[in-house]
């Protein structure tokens, strides 16, 4: 299976399902996170994970 890009126009509708926060995309790290690095989700086959957050360190 090819490795599909996250497609960034999705931001416009998805939103922290824990903080209700609009996320923000980091395209080197292939992380969604919150303004505030409150949450962070990683991103798999360009479909975002938004059941489970992960821990990232120095995200920026």
Known sequence: ???????????????CPKTH???????????????NDETTYAIKNGVPLLDTPVTIINIH
């Open 1 to 15: 299976m090819k490795n599909m890009k996250f497609n960034p126009e999705i931001l416009e509708i998805i939103y």
């Open 21 to 35: 926060k609009r996320l923000q995309y980091d395209e080197e790290k292939e992380i969604l996170y919150t303004n």
